[in-house]
């Protein structure tokens, strides 16, 4: 287990006390701060732990570092394990609904015995809840929003959840020697923003016979994050696991493997535009395989890896990331495919922010983080005045942070830089919380919407046009603001915000939190057709948040971004130049 998977099941543990009657607040604190002290410990925990460092890390009392070094010796924690086995599955369910949280959740279940949402949304229609101490009819309606918005996402999850349970799964499968290729497909091989389940395929040997088939399936479905199974054969199996999250796996013969990967990959739309393509070149495709002539019961053209089949069409090899229908296909025939940026091609880090304002580490360590995960830069962005509950910096403090940024910058000179830089908020009608003089005074300027959610589409972004004209903004923020199966971003045309960000040179962000990934991929390859630069940006927090990047690469590659696309893919004295050039204009 590694640090975050711990931070996880501390956070989880917390989570679960709040949820149960009678736990302490205390005690919940106590497992919230330690989630947040490993979010912000450096260094390889278990070496640590067993160093016996743990001891005297702020935050991690001697109870909860045992919890630690069982999580670290064992895979999981007793507590939490049975905290989650005594908490009615209800209770986990209005977790999901905005704005619910442990204490109301445990009011209304202790006291309308509510056991499934449908009987939430009665009783909520039934006046019942507004009338439980402390509701009121205010809460009751948001609580109403807040089940219409859970049905919308129904069943869908963040990426990351996605991938922690599929690679948790896979490890566990690569056991089996039986197996000879396997590979995660669907939206989370296409990398998607949420994930409705994961898709599985495995291969065995073509001449294996068909109880290696059924003792993979067995082993499967015993696997301990395995909640239920809902189905089982020889050759597909499904499950419920532990975060709730449906998957499928697939087990087929070693030569079927390519196209039974293809078509589970997805997605649906890609397949229809690429099938359409083969019938023009006379090869049929379908679920299992891919056939000279019209129909299936041609020659099978044999294809030992996937991209024998794009091939086979007389196409470039097409990443999972782009087959969305975008495109692509067109692109494939002709060589137009982009090289797709990548982790490695990232220089450094440019939103982050500091205990300056609401971060957990200081400027040294979250420049210690960058230079050990081999960034170059940081460019520091915390919070401005306005964000007084972020802790946001007056021009006072501001000048005061960039006596230490200049010091820091002397000690790492040559090899490692930190540009002074802010998170300005877009006030109401459009102009910057700072001056013009004050913002001169940066290396660089974030520009962010934080309030004022509801105003019309027009206004939202007639505010937004102003804050791109204003010459000393850089970048844009999370452009709108939205927050995945949580909240929709507040409306505005973005199609005008790209048209304007290119014309002034202003280049909009890939926050890659992975609850926001806003700009959202559709629109990334709009504002690269358009020109603009996109940087990907951690929106960090806490050390941790430093390794969000690669959510953020893996929508930068859904919107076809090439290294040269992404400003922070540039080295620093470029960079440098780049901002130094936007502020002589
Ligand atoms: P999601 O909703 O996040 O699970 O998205 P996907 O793309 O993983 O969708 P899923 O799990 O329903 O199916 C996995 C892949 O299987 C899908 O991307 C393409 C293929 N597939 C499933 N159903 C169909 C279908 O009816 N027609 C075609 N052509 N392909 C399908
Ligand atoms: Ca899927
Ligand atoms: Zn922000």
């Not at 209005?94 to 209304?108: H, S």
């Not at 922690?164 to 923003?193: D, F």
């Not at 597909?236 to 087990?251: C, N």
Request: hydrophobic content about 40%.
């Amino acid at each position: 287990m590694d640090k975050n998977q711990i931070a996880n099941l501390l956070e989880g543990i917390a989570m679960l006390l709040a949820l149960k009657e009678g736990s302490s607040l205390f005690e919940v604190r106590a497992y919230e701060n330690a989630a947040r002290a490993l979010g912000s410990l450096n260094g390889d925990i278990a070496q640590l732990a067993q160093e016996g460092k743990l001891k005297g890390t702020p935050g991690l009392g001697p109870t909860i570092i045992k919890r630690i070094e069982e999580a670290l010796d064992t895979g999981h924690i007793t507590l939490y394990d049975e905290l989650r086995a005594n908490t009615p599955p209800i209770k986990l369910e209005m977790l999901r609904i905005a704005g619910l949280g442990p204490k109301k959740i445990n009011a209304i279940y202790e006291q309308l015995h509510i056991t499934g949402i449908a009987e939430l949304e009665q009783a909520c229609k039934e006046d019942k809840v507004a009338q439980l101490p402390n509701f009121g009819k205010k809460t009751q309606d948001k609580i109403l929003q807040g089940i219409a918005l859970l049905a919308q996402h129904e069943g869908r999850f963040l990426y990351p959840v996605a991938e922690h349970e599929a690679e948790q799964m896979r490890a566990a499968l690569l056991t089996c020697p039986e197996i000879v290729r396997l590979q995660v497909g669907g939206s989370l091989r296409r990398r998607r923003e949420t994930v409705k389940d994961i898709d599985m395929v495995v291969s065995v040997a073509d001449e294996a016979s068909s109880d290696v088939g059924r003792a993979i399936m067995d082993f499967f479905v015993k696997q301990p994050s395995v909640q239920v199974v809902t189905g089982k054969g020889d050759t597909k199996s499904s499950v419920v696991l532990s975060s709730g999250i449906a998957m499928d796996l697939r087990l087929v013969n070693d030569s079927q493997f390519p196209y039974t990967l293809h078509h589970f990959t997805g997605s649906r739309e890609h397949h229809i535009a690429l099938r359409r393509r083969a019938l023009s070149v006379n090869i049929t495709i379908n679920d299992y395989g891919m056939f000279r002539g019209k129909d299936p019961h041609g020659e099978l053209i044999a294809c030992k890896h996937e991209a024998d089949i794009y091939a086979a069409l007389g196409m470039a090899y097409i990443e999972p990331e782009l087959r969305e229908d975008m495109g692509e296909i067109e692109a494939a025939v002709n060589g137009s495919l982009p090289t797709l940026v990548q982790e490695s091609d990232l220089r450094g880090v440019l939103h982050a922010h500091s205990t300056w304002s609401d971060g957990q580490n200081t400027i040294r360590e979250m420049a210690e983080a960058c230079i050990a995960r081999g960034y170059s830069y940081l460019g520091l962005t915390d919070h401005s005045k306005v964000a007084a509950y972020a802790g946001g910096l007056d021009e006072q403090r501001l000048r005061q942070q960039h006596e230490e940024i200049d010091r820091l910058n002397d000690e790492f000179a040559g090899r490692f830089c930190i540009f002074k830089g802010i998170e300005c908020d877009i006030l109401r009608d459009g102009t910057l919380d700072f001056s013009d003089d004050v913002l001169a005074s940066l290396d660089f300027v974030v520009a962010s919407i934080h309030s004022n959610f509801n105003l019309s589409l027009a206004e939202q972004t007639q505010r937004m046009l102003r804050a791109i004209a204003n010459p000393y903004v850089d970048i844009i923020g999370h452009p709108t603001g939205r927050l995945l199966l949580g909240r929709a971003g507040y409306p505005i045309d973005m199609e005008a915000v790209i048209e304007a960000a290119a014309t002034h040179g202003v280049c909009i962000e890939i926050n890659a939190n992975p609850s926001r990934l806003d700009l959202d991929w559709r629109f990334v390859r709009l504002a690269r057709d358009r020109g603009i630069k996109v940087p990907i940006d951690p929106d960090a927090h806490s050390l941790t948040g430093l390794d969000d990047m690669r959510y953020g690469i893996g929508i930068g590659r859904k919107g076809w971004l090439r290294a040269n696309d992404v400003l922070n893919t540039l080295e620093t004295e470029a960079l440098l130049h780049f901002f130094q050039t936007r502020r002589s204009k």
